[in-house]
């Protein structure tokens, strides 16, 4: 089923949503400004407001619901997880926390034996960025204080996280920040031989920049990042927050783009647990041993819930082939989106693609907004840039449609002059 078009969103009175919208704005801190909708339910790729309009979501959650909404899979081992065990603190392990825990050393490191990787679990995709800031801290002791991150980076908002993210905005009412974090032209390997010498202690790199608008980082950089930071002594720390567990086709973006490279760190998040709040912090060899007893810690991460619904969306995107399903639709979509009048390229891989726009159609945010209205959810992370990241679970049927309106706002937005 697909929503009726704009009658469906638009045509409801919007008292239920405005309702709830006043209380949010009565009790809740004004950290993300005003939400567009009250969503109150969500099966599969759909999603209902308050007021029983429908949305396609092609946003999961900012790429965290990849199995969609309600998945049988996630529910069944949410629900007999919790009623048997749901929190212990880290006092204690669970077998859950244990066989997350391999898996996703296997999956980060599938050349790696037993024992070479470890696992850190935390709550989120910046406390997996913290972890890894404290492993290159520790990686460089005094001899070390430098760490390179690059321009238009996004890392996370806590205070490490934010250390490495670019963007000023972002960073300057909270400064000073953790020192000693330097920024280089995103791609550039020339920029990177140039400033990585042996004060280093690490380079962090997204595989693909998502807040940046879907850049992905250009063929041999990640493979010269490589070879340079293991001459330097340097570790190579790649953040898969947005891009991995099968985002992009692959269970790691960069077995996808640098298929022969084997980071020092990888951290996760977002779709690791389809919906359920956990993060990663893996790494291999003697990074995997630099954390020790009270230098680092969560009191929720790796709780046998959130590590029960992880594990549950690997074994789904094993056993239902949701990788080879990522790349197929991804490429034939972006081949379709490509093609239409107001679009510039289509940048990303899989199910992470970013939709450049031309000047004549506005700011991209309103193309969002009216695609809103006619029941489709995307965001735009740039001026000129529409961001799609659905669920793995996405039919054909819902990205025609998406594809068709798309079509129909843009020629829209020309013939009107938008600006």
């Not at 920029?191 to 063929?219: M, S, Y």
């Not at 947005?242 to 951290?267: E, I, K, S």
């Not at 940048?347 to 695609?371: E, F, K, N, T």
């Amino acid at each position: 089923m697909t929503p009726s078009s704009a009658d469906t969103a638009a045509s409801h009175e919007a008292s239920v949503n405005q309702e709830w919208l006043q209380r949010y704005a009565n009790t809740v801190m004004n950290t993300f400004g005003t939400p567009g909708r009250v969503l109150v339910r969500g099966q599969g790729a759909h999603v209902w407001d308050a007021d029983g309009a429908e949305y396609i979501d092609l946003l999961a959650g900012i790429a965290v619901n990849c199995l969609g909404h309600a998945h049988p899979a996630i529910v069944a081992a949410v629900t007999e997880q919790i009623s048997t065990l749901g929190h212990i603190s880290n006092f204690f392990t669970s077998p859950a926390q244990v066989r997350l825990a391999e898996e996703l050393d296997g999956l980060a490191f599938p050349a790696a034996g037993p024992g070479v990787s470890k696992a850190f679990l935390a709550n989120s995709g910046t406390e997996a960025n913290e972890a890894a800031f404290k492993i290159a801290r520790l990686h460089g002791g005094a001899g070390r204080p430098r760490i390179l991150a690059l321009e238009n980076a996004f890392h996370g908002r806590t205070m490490g996280a934010l250390a490495l993210t670019h963007k000023e905005a972002y960073r300057s009412p909270f400064e000073p920040l953790p020192g000693g974090v330097e920024f280089i032209p995103a791609g550039d390997v020339e920029a990177l031989r140039t400033v990585l010498g042996p004060d280093v202690a690490a380079l962090i790199v997204e595989p693909i920049q998502g807040e940046a608008g879907v850049q992905e980082l250009p063929a041999g950089y990640l493979e010269a990042a490589r070879e340079l930071t293991s001459a330097a002594g340097a570790l190579l720390m790649i953040d898969e927050v947005q891009t991995g567990m099968g985002r992009t086709g692959a269970w790691m973006a960069h077995h996808a783009l640098a298929p022969d490279v084997t980071p020092d760190v990888v951290t996760l998040a977002k779709g690791l647990g389809g919906g359920v709040p956990i993060g990663a912090t893996i790494a291999t060899g003697r990074a995997a041993e630099l954390l020790g007893p009270g230098q680092h810690g969560t009191t929720f991460g790796g709780n046998p819930v959130a590590a029960a619904a992880a594990l549950a969306v690997i074994d789904t995107i094993r056993e239902q082939g949701l990788l080879q399903r990522v790349s197929t639709l991804g490429d034939r979509w972006a081949a379709a989106l490509g093609a239409l009048e107001g679009v510039t390229e289509v940048r990303g891989r899989g199910l992470l693609r970013g939709i450049g726009l031309i000047d004549g159609v506005g700011p991209a945010s309103q193309v969002a907004d009216d695609l809103a209205r006619r029941g489709f959810i995307v965001n735009a992370p740039r001026p000129d840039t529409l961001r799609l990241a659905p669920p793995f679970v996405l039919s054909d049927a819902d990205a025609d449609a998406f594809t068709t309106t798309l079509t129909e706002v843009l020629i829209s937005r020309l013939r009107d002059g938008s600006s």
